[in-house]
């Protein structure tokens, strides 16, 4: 079963617009990643925040993580066609058995 | 660098039947997960392998499993298939440091249907 739950489970936005996900979680975690998958093909790995931060910037990217609501949310900014894809939330307690989110499927319109 | 590869990329099989899915990590890399994605149940863990021995095992029956050779690359079987074996196969591989930070690299995946 999952342990994540995403939200929205869809967004569609337009070109240049930014583009916020979130994500919860249920027990305690070591980390949280968000992955990127394009049609249905292997996960590309974004970002990765320790339990211990609180925010981590990557590029176009800002994750924020919330370990007392047990929540965190991924910004894209200046959102391109090309980030158009399904996006992931990833918690371990530890090694690699991820537990997944549910997901958000992002449309960037021209 | 070459990605982790998976084959076959597709494959159709029959109810009842049995089936072996491959992947081979990027060079160096001495951990190998299996995931299992459907619309339905979204990505599952199946299994983590690392120096041959299966080292982390999801809620999956026993008609799943899996191994790992000397040389890291991985193989999973799932045997009497059944119709909601249908899915996507994800292979992912990482370095296995001893930094529970790690991240994971993923292969394009096997699609898997059973008629």
């Known amino acids: 079963s999952q342990q994540g739950e995403e939200d929205p489970q869809a967004l569609s936005i337009q070109e240049g617009e930014n583009a916020t996900m979130n994500c919860s979680y249920k027990t305690s975690i070591n980390n949280l990643q968000w992955y990127r998958q394009n049609s249905g093909r292997g996960l590309v790995h974004l970002i990765l925040i320790r339990s211990n931060e609180r925010e981590k910037h990557s590029g176009r990217l800002r994750v924020t993580l919330d370990t007392s609501k047990k929540s965190s949310s991924l910004l894209i900014t200046a959102s391109r066609a090309a980030d158009t894809a399904s996006y992931f939330c990833?918690?371990?307690?530890?090694?690699?058995?991820?537990?997944f989110g549910t997901g958000t499927q992002l449309k960037v319109e021209l | 660098k070459a990605g982790v590869t998976q084959t076959p990329r597709y494959l159709i099989k029959t109810r009842g039947q049995q089936v072996t899915l491959s992947c081979s990590p990027i060079?160096?890399?001495?951990?190998v997960s299996w995931y299992q994605q459907t619309p339905g149940q979204g990505l599952q863990f199946l299994f983590e392998?690392?120096?041959?021995?299966?080292?982390n095992k999801g809620n999956f029956p026993g008609r799943f499993s899996g191994r790992q050779f000397s040389n890291s690359r991985s193989e999973m079987n799932v045997s009497t298939l059944e119709l909601g074996d249908s899915a996507l196969y994800l292979c992912?591989?990482?370095?296995?440091?001893?930094?529970?930070?790690?991240?994971?690299?993923f292969g394009s995946g096997t699609q898997l249907s059973v008629l």
């Open positions: 060079s160096g890399h001495r951990s």
């Open positions: 992912a591989s990482s370095l296995a440091t001893w930094d529970a930070n790690e991240k994971l690299f």
């Open positions: 990833a918690t371990t307690g530890g090694g690699n058995k991820l537990t």
């Open positions: 392998y690392f120096s041959e021995t299966q080292r």
